[in-house]
Nanobody, 131 residues
């Protein structure tokens, strides 16, 4: 059973940067390449919001408007790890960040995503940005 684990969260001042990582427990690199993975976040009192996706094999990315310009998604196929590089952080970026996945690459053709689009979720990692 595939499992996901996020890491890299923490507290940072506004204007700072953080790099989140998401590792997938999967033995086959070929299988890993077929996944569509995403980053979501959920701020207190708000709905979970999709930030962007990456089709693991080719490394193709799609970003929501909220993440464009400040967030970059990448992956390391050998390590089976996906990352979210965040820069110029603002207090409104404070949230729990998740990296869900789906073995259907078609999810990565979408430009908006809902929680139900991804069946596999990690526990999340907390990011707190102070002003």
């Amino acid at each position: 059973q595939v499992q996901l684990a996020e890491s890299g969260g923490g507290s940072v001042q506004a204007g700072g940067s953080l790099r989140l990582s998401c590792s997938m427990s999967i033995s086959s690199s070929a299988a890993y390449s077929g996944y569509c993975m995403a980053w979501f976040r959920q701020a207190p009192g708000k709905e979970r919001e999709g930030l962007g996706t990456i089709f693991i094999g080719p490394g193709e990315t799609v970003y929501a408007d909220s993440g464009k310009g400040r967030f970059t998604i990448s992956r390391d196929n050998d390590k089976k790890t996906m990352s979210l590089q965040m820069s110029d952080l603002i207090p409104e970026d404070t949230a729990m960040y998740y990296c869900p996945a789906d073995d259907s690459w078609r999810k990565c053709l979408q430009v908006r995503w809902s929680v139900s689009d991804f069946p596999i979720w990690g526990q999340g990692t907390q990011v707190t940005v102070s002003s």
